[in-house]
């Protein structure tokens, strides 16, 4: 089972809402990752936990919050979000963070947002 | 530092062999990935080479590495209507963020 699963498929929100949005993995993979995807871009990184603490944040807005309630799961809190941020948002995991064998990371189908 | 580099759009016959083409920077990555995008849906990996590696084939695919040149190459051969979708490679550095970099996409585009 390769798989990462991420709900909802589509959101819309208002400017002034608080929404979530969430991920789940089963492999035992130790690794979870946030990526922000805009139309014709590549995903960009936002967030890597690393055995259920946060390692990496890449500059992002405050307005973007992540949890990792455990190993399984991982979240991204939303609030006071701007029209800009609508995007794709994608989860992955690996088993380890790194550059070793099973660093391989699996995408979830992703969340379309729209911030209207 | 690390940048990926790939040509934005392919457009091949159904039956003919597609090459994707991507140059990046960072000469510690360790593992370079190929990944599959279709429209609206999340990525979907491909294969993996490691570094030390030259070539790698599996099934249809077939990875190409001159790290000499840091040119990765990914070679689908009998391109199907299906292998129509967005093709990222992407590299993990053995320095700094550890995390995956991806290039900018490659558009193959499948001719019926």
């Known amino acids: 089972d390769t798989e990462v699963t991420q709900t909802p498929k589509h959101l819309v929100m208002g400017m002034t809402n608080k929404k979530s949005l969430k991920c789940e993995q089963h492999?035992?993979?130790?690794?979870m990752y946030w990526y922000k995807q805009k139309a014709k871009k590549p995903p960009e990184l936002m967030f890597v936990?690393?055995?259920?603490?946060?390692?990496i944040n890449e500059s992002v807005p405050s307005r973007f919050s992540p949890e990792c309630p455990n190993s399984s799961l991982l979240n991204l809190h939303l609030h006071a979000l701007q029209p800009e941020d609508s995007a794709l948002y994608l989860c992955?995991?690996?088993?380890?963070?790194?550059?070793?064998?099973?660093?391989?990371?699996?995408f979830g189908q992703g969340t379309r947002l729209t911030v209207v | 530092g690390e940048d990926v580099e790939q040509s934005l759009f392919l457009s091949v016959r159904e039956g003919d062999s597609s090459v994707i083409n991507c140059t990046y920077t960072?000469?510690?990555?360790?593992?370079l990935y190929w990944y599959k995008q279709e429209p609206g849906a999340g990525l979907q990996l491909l294969t993996y080479?490691?570094?030390?590696?030259d070539m790698k084939q599996d099934q249809r695919l077939t990875v190409l590495l001159n790290k000499k040149d840091k040119h990765l190459s990914l070679r689908i051969a009998d391109t199907q209507t299906g292998d129509s979708a967005i093709y990222f490679c992407?590299?993990?550095?053995?320095?700094?963020?550890?995390?995956?970099?991806f290039g900018s996409g490659t558009r193959l585009q499948v001719q019926p």
């Open positions: 992955a995991s690996s088993q380890d963070v790194g550059t070793g064998l099973g660093t391989e990371a699996f």
């Open positions: 492999m035992g993979h130790r690794a």
């Open positions: 936990y690393s055995y259920e603490k946060l390692s």
């Open positions: 960072d000469s510690s990555s360790t593992y």
């Open positions: 080479i490691f570094s030390n590696m």
């Open positions: 992407a590299e993990i550095a053995h320095t700094g963020r550890r995390a995956l970099t």
